[in-house]
Nanobody
Framework: QVQLVESGGGLVQAGGSLRLSCTAS????????WAWFRQAPGKEREFVAH????????YYANSVKGRFAISRDNAQNTVYLHMNSLKPEDTAIYYC??????????????????WGQGTQVTVST
């Protein structure tokens, strides 16, 4: 059974940094793609970042481009989201997602077969 466990969320002041981690268990995921999504109160879950199977490609939402970076450690079955220059509008629950059967729609929730439980990120002014 595949499980994704996130960590690293918390409360940070605007302009600060956080690093989120998500570790998968249940199988080897070196051939899978990963992504991060987020959901703010009263809003739909939205795409944040994606990293391809071999880390050859990364994609970012315009709202986080230049501030966030996604990376992966295949030996640890872990994906990271490095968040810098955080803004209050980045406040949300952040979810990692795993894509085993990649079809190209990296920004779509439907692309991903497995999801973590979410970790809260709160950015204060």
């Amino acid at each position: 059974q595949v499980q994704l466990v996130e960590s690293g969320g918390g409360l940070v002041q605007a302009g600060g940094s956080l690093r989120l981690s998500c570790t998968a268990s249940g199988r080897t995921f070196s051939s899978s793609a990963w992504a991060w999504f987020r959901q703010a109160p009263g809003k739909e879950r939205e795409f944040v970042a994606h990293i391809s199977r071999r880390s050859s490609s990364t994609y970012y939402a315009n709202s986080v481009k230049g501030r966030f970076a996604i990376s992966r450690d295949n030996a640890q079955n872990t994906v990271y989201l490095h968040m810098n220059s955080l803004k209050p509008e980045d406040t949300a629950i952040y979810y990692c997602a795993l894509d085993v059967y990649y079809s190209g729609s990296y920004y779509s929730l439907a692309e991903y077969e497995y999801w973590g439980q979410g970790t809260q990120v709160t950015v204060s002014t």
